[in-house]
């Protein structure tokens, strides 16, 4: 059991399909299937066939003796003699010739002994199905009984007898037997063969591509010369041919997008050690400023050492968000006006650049939300907007970045506005999504990504809700942590 384990899995590994037995493959199977359904369509034929060639020669023999008879009845049969009667009956193969006109029935030529009767074949009335009995009944039974045969030939009012033994008629129909079963299987090796070809061709080689793609694919998916070459068909392999290509596509840059952020993560995690001493050290210079006497000083460092302090959390949060997910949130009630304000001075605008900043949340307006987090979302949406506006040269511009919000209900929409030069098409399909969905050139897309994956951790939701030149605006929607309204009410 375990060589057998062994065995498959070195063949997933190789990308190779395994071995197939001959007598199981499909190839096989549709050969023998074909055979099996033509010689049955022709034993549908063969039947019909033989009895039809039975009738015929009952049919010629007593044509030839209905001339021996029309012969014998211009002259006097009464005379013939024995040794004429016997070439007669010789030549034509019959053992009596008899006619039959007007109801009276005249003897013309018999044997020395009249012969008994094992069957009678009435031409003029035959069916079928009584063709088929009588032909079939001589073939498996007959040779030694004797056959009465009669009827009409032309539109001579006669009607011809003849009694014939059925040895030679079963012999001829021995022969065409033989030989009509000799056709049809060759036939039938034809048509199956020429049918096999065609299905294998249209089906099945198609079918057997497929999967030794999937197992190269399998084996090596970053590997893109693996991707199947769909071919140019409008049928259900064309189709399945192109899905799989499709599917293979889209595994393949996801794995390339995985592998690329697991490279970023081994990048980040080795500048996080040594930015994560130079961040300490900065950490106790700032204890020191809050020492000093100077006002400007006692003013600024109270944001520089939150700041720090947010730099050294997020820097010893990189080797976890590498490793596993984010963090639940940890929601506390929090005064949005206070945190958009904390961004304003994090995000240090230079006013050089002609960027304004408004922070239009009501003071009053409160939001359950982990404090680290919301503030990560809102400096990436804010920072994505200074660089776009910061990167147009016209000094006319208008450059404002306003953050507003408000209450429904139960929940807080926060908007992020600016009047930059839009997102551009790409950025818009791909918004989100890490490495595609950048806002600016040469940008991750990172920033957006992570924004999303913190705001569903709080089960709210951000989207874009305009992007147009002079006009961009994201939404982000936090739902209430409870029940009851955050801000008091019921």
């Given at each position: 059991m375990a060589d057998k384990t062994r065995q498959?899995?070195?063949?997933?590994?190789?990308?190779?399909?395994?071995?197939?037995?001959?007598?199981?493959?499909?190839?096989?199977?549709?050969?023998?299937l074909t055979i099996l359904f033509v010689m049955a369509a022709e034993v549908l034929i063969f039947i019909p066939s033989v009895a039809n060639f039975g009738l015929q020669w009952m049919e010629q023999r007593l044509r030839s003796a209905a001339l021996v008879a029309i012969v014998l009845l211009?002259?006097?049969?009464?005379?013939?003699?024995?040794?004429?009667?016997?070439?007669?009956?010789?030549?034509?193969?019959?053992?009596?010739?008899?006619?039959?006109?007007?109801?009276?029935?005249?003897?013309?030529?018999?044997?020395?002994?009249?012969?008994?009767?094992d069957m009678h074949a009435d031409l003029d009335n035959i069916g079928p199905l009584q063709a088929i009995a009588k032909t079939f009944g001589?073939?498996?039974?007959?040779?030694?009984?004797?056959?009465?045969?009669?009827?009409?030939?032309?539109?001579?009012?006669?009607?011809?007898?003849?009694?014939?033994?059925?040895?030679?008629?079963?012999?001829?129909?021995?022969?065409?037997a033989r030989n009509v079963a000799l056709l049809s299987l060759v036939i039938s090796l034809i048509t199956a063969t020429l049918v096999f070809y065609a299905i294998n061709r249209i089906m099945i080689r198609p079918i057997r591509m497929m999967t030794q793609s999937m197992l190269a694919f399998g084996a090596a998916p970053e590997d893109a010369a693996r991707i199947i070459q769909p071919e140019d068909r409008s049928d259900e392999i064309g189709i399945a041919e192109r899905e799989l290509a499709a599917m293979q596509k889209t595994l393949y840059r996801t794995l390339g997008e995985r592998k690329?952020?697991?490279?970023?993560?081994?990048?980040?995690?080795k500048i996080n050690h040594d930015m994560r001493n130079m961040l300490s050290s900065a950490q106790l210079m700032s204890d020191r400023l809050?020492?000093?006497?100077?006002?400007?000083?006692?003013?600024?460092?109270?944001?520089?050492?939150?700041?720090?302090?947010?730099?050294?959390?997020?820097?010893?949060?990189?080797?976890?968000?590498?490793?596993?997910?984010?963090?639940?949130?940890?929601?506390?009630?929090?005064?949005?006006?206070?945190?958009?304000?904390?961004?304003?001075?994090?995000?240090?605008?230079?006013?050089?650049?002609?960027?304004?900043?408004?922070?239009?949340?009501?003071?009053?307006?409160?939001?359950?939300?982990?404090?680290?987090?919301?503030?990560?979302?809102?400096?990436?949406?804010?920072?994505?907007?200074?660089?776009?506006?910061?990167?147009?040269?016209?000094?006319?511009?208008?450059?404002?970045?306003?953050?507003?919000?408000?209450?429904?209900?139960?929940?807080?929409e926060i908007l992020v506005s600016d009047t930059g030069p839009g997102l551009p098409p790409k950025a818009r399909e791909n918004l989100f999504t890490a490495f595609r969905g950048g806002a600016r050139s040469g940008g991750t897309g990172l920033g957006l990504a992570i924004a999303q994956e913190l705001v569903r951790a709080h089960g709210g939701e951000i989207s874009l809700k305009e992007s147009r030149s002079g006009h961009t605006v994201f939404s982000i929607l936090i739902p209430d942590a409870n029940d009851h309204d955050v801000n008091g009410a019921s």
């Open positions: 498959e899995g070195g063949e997933r590994e190789t990308g190779t399909a395994p071995a197939v037995p001959l007598t199981r493959g499909l190839s096989t199977k549709l050969l023998l211009e002259g006097d049969p009464d005379r013939l003699s024995r040794e004429a009667s016997n070439d007669i009956l010789m030549t034509t193969g019959v053992s009596a010739i008899a006619v039959r006109d007007g109801g009276t029935s005249r003897l013309l030529v018999v044997s020395q002994v009249p012969p008994a009767v001589t073939l498996f039974f007959g040779g030694d009984r004797m056959l009465r045969i009669f009827g009409s030939i032309g539109s001579s009012p006669k009607q011809y007898e003849i009694i014939v033994p059925d040895r030679e008629l079963r012999a001829a129909l021995l022969v065409y690329r952020l697991a490279d970023l993560g081994l990048a980040v995690s809050t020492q000093s006497v100077d006002p400007t000083v006692q003013s600024l460092a109270p944001r520089l050492v939150r700041t720090l302090d947010r730099a050294v959390s997020y820097t010893q949060g990189v080797l976890e968000y590498g490793r596993t997910q984010e963090a639940p949130p940890k929601r506390r009630r929090l005064r949005l006006n206070q945190l958009v304000e904390d961004l304003r001075a994090t995000l240090a605008i230079d006013s050089a650049n002609g960027v304004e900043f408004v922070n239009a949340v009501d003071p009053g307006l409160e939001i359950e939300a982990d404090a680290e987090q919301l503030f990560r979302v809102l400096a990436n949406l804010a920072r994505n907007a200074v660089e776009a506006m910061s990167a147009e040269k016209d000094t006319a511009l208008v450059r404002r970045l306003t953050i507003s919000a408000h209450r429904e209900e139960r929940s807080v």
